[in-house]
């Protein structure tokens, strides 16, 4: 048996004796630069999550009804209008140390209490991105190493729908992205949740949560599979609608795929929810 | 627990183990090092369930070896039909006896000794890793070490 060990042992040195080459250090760290600049690091992940809460629950309640033109409103069986000719433009640019924030406002929506709620709500959405940066180059002392950038992007601007986009990108070593969208219905004057894009009362997450489900077990390995895997949409799920009327929902960063997957978007086909769809609504 | 970025690095500091533990199976350097690369791209993506660094390591060796069969089943596939050739150039590893002396146990016994006697790793462990019964790592490991025992003395 001594001889075993004694021949094991030297098994033993010989394996340790074996060194990858110099090349694969290379290739692993370059993979993991990829990786910080995508993924979400630990801290920013509430971060990031307070700024989506809050941006949720503030717009959340919110329907933005538009009577700029009154008697045209009232011709119209009293459906408020939101003006067609409605223009976005940057408000107020924050720029200090390696914070760029852009905070847009919308014009010409005709309703000024309308204009006036949608634009306090990019207004307290700036503001909570400026107020978590100050305090992040507050704490990091005399060598800050935070960047943000905040920016909007108008996605969809024709006769019935007004779409924006904030982009949002905070990094902290590593980046976590955001897109928050508003879609506005200006024939109703809604700031639209997700539940307003189909009948009242319909079970629209269940044939969404199947559609995406089959989505993601075409491609397992792009999604989380065990924690944090999909199981449902929230019912005020991110989601925007495209210039084509489709529905299309969004999931941030890390949250149903590994971060360097970044947001995450999935596109409906129509037919599968045609039936719950109002006759005149913007998806078709 | 780990936070995700120390995982990546502890593939990159240990990157020596996994890449031990690929050629034992791909038998050349450049396989070796796709199959490394292969896990930590895996690792990307099941990022947030490796923040246990004992759970990490299991995992690590687990998809290690996994990666390893399937690039060798995907090769042995590729090649059907061609003319029978060497799967890769070998390269100077090959003379380290280590892997002479290994030969002689099939994929599943070899990995077992390595497993129990180059990296310290328990039997529960090891069941974990390959995911087999206790009771059939220990039953594999002993009729290995039997294999290994005429070998040494073989080459003795």
Known sequence: MADIQTGLDKLKEQYEGIHAPQELEGRLIEMESVYKRKARF?????????????????????????????????AMQKIPIIGAVSKVVTFRSYKSGDADIKTPHVTGLGDKKTEQKLNKEFDKYSDAIIAQYEADVKD??????????????VLVDNSSQLTIVMNTVVAKGDSMETDWYYNID????????LSDVFRSGTDYIKPINAYISGE??????????EDDKFTSIASDQNFYINKDGKLVLVFDEASIAPAYKGVIEFTVPTDIISGILPEDGLVH | MESDDRIFRRIIDQRDRFYRMAYSYVRNEQDAMDVVQEVACKAFKHIKELRDP????????????????????????????????????????????????????DDTSRT??????MEDKNFEQISCIMGKNVN??????????????EQIEKEA
Not at chain 2, 112 to 117: A, K, M, T
Request: hydrophobic share 40%; aromatic share 10%.
């Open chain 1, 42 to 74: 630990a801290g920013l992940k509430s971060w990031g999550e307070r700024a989506a809460v809050f941006v949720c629950c503030a717009v959340a309640g919110i329907t933005l009804i538009s009577n700029i033109n009154a008697s045209a409103a009232e």
């Open chain 1, 140 to 153: 990091m002392g005399s060598d800050p190493h935070v960047a943000v950038s905040s920016s909007y992007k």
């Open chain 1, 186 to 193: 200006k024939k109703t004057g809604k700031l639209l949740k």
């Open chain 1, 216 to 225: 993601i077990n075409k491609n397992p390995d792009d999604y989380f599979m």
């Open chain 2, 54 to 105: 004992e759970y990490a390591e299991t995992w690590l060796f687990r998809v290690t070896i996994n990666t390893s069969i399937d690039f060798l089943r995907k090769q042995k596939h590729e090649q059907a039909g061609l003319p029978e050739h060497d799967n890769g150039a070998p390269d100077s590893y090959d003379k380290l006896a280590v892997f002479d002396t290994l030969r002689p146990l």
């Open chain 2, 112 to 117: 077992i000794v390595v497993l129990h006697h």
């Open chain 2, 136 to 149: 059939t790592v220990k039953t594999i490991y002993y009729r290995a070490m039997k294999t290994l025992k």
